[in-house]
């Protein structure tokens, strides 16, 4: 079982050395839990394998671009995994189900408390997600449940690009508005 900040050491010497004994303890920690993680978000055995294995490529690969102070290596490691999922989906041209993506990813080492805190927060932001206009709703969905472009959404709603930044950009600072109400 690796902890939070091994897992951040093993990334940083891999990016700095290109180390395949700490690419190997990644893999043995990661591979299993993003196959399941997978496998929950629907995917059968054989895509998640897939799926998994990709997404370790990246991060052997992308090792360099990894920075402790923005995401855990947990989290960095999980969007690799989420967005090689929808490459996925979209090789196999089966919709993407955002109420999937929504969840929040709990470790298994994650105690009853943080686990009861993830949930209250999913339902939290599913709220607030419900409470935004239907114009800022779908170039949510589209920009982070689909993982489409700006322009790409532009393109499909027929909008200028600034308007879908604009509607963007006012519906996080709505959603963030009201998470950091939640916290005071």
Do not use: C
């Not at 940083?12 to 993680?37: C, G, M, T, Y």
């Not at 995994?81 to 470790?107: H, M, Q, S, Y």
């Not at 930044?165 to 939640?182: H, M, T, V, W, Y």
């Amino acid at each position: 079982m690796l902890s939070a900040d091994e897992a951040a050491d093993l990334i940083e010497v891999i990016a700095a050395r290109q180390d395949r004994a700490a690419f190997a303890s990644l893999f043995r920690h990661f591979a299993p839990r993003i196959k399941a993680f997978i496998m929950r978000g629907g995917a059968d055995a054989e895509s998640a394998q897939e799926v998994s294995q990709e997404a370790l490529i990246m991060v052997w690969r992308k090792a360099a671009s990894f920075d402790r102070s923005r995401a855990s290596a947990a989290t960095w490691i999980y969007t690799i995994a989420r967005n090689k999922r929808i490459d996925l989906l979209r090789r196999n041209a089966r919709p993407i189900d955002t109420e999937d993506w929504l969840t929040v990813f709990a470790p298994e080492e994650e105690t009853a408390d943080k686990s009861i805190l993830a949930g209250q927060t999913y339902t939290r932001v599913k709220e607030l997600l419900g409470g935004l206009s239907a114009d800022q709703l779908v170039v949510i969905q589209k920009a982070f449940f689909e993982d489409k472009t700006h322009t790409v959404i532009a393109e499909e709603l027929s909008l200028p690009l600034g308007t879908v930044k604009s509607r963007i950009r006012l519906a996080l600072g709505r959603l963030r508005e009201a998470l950091e109400k939640d916290e005071t």
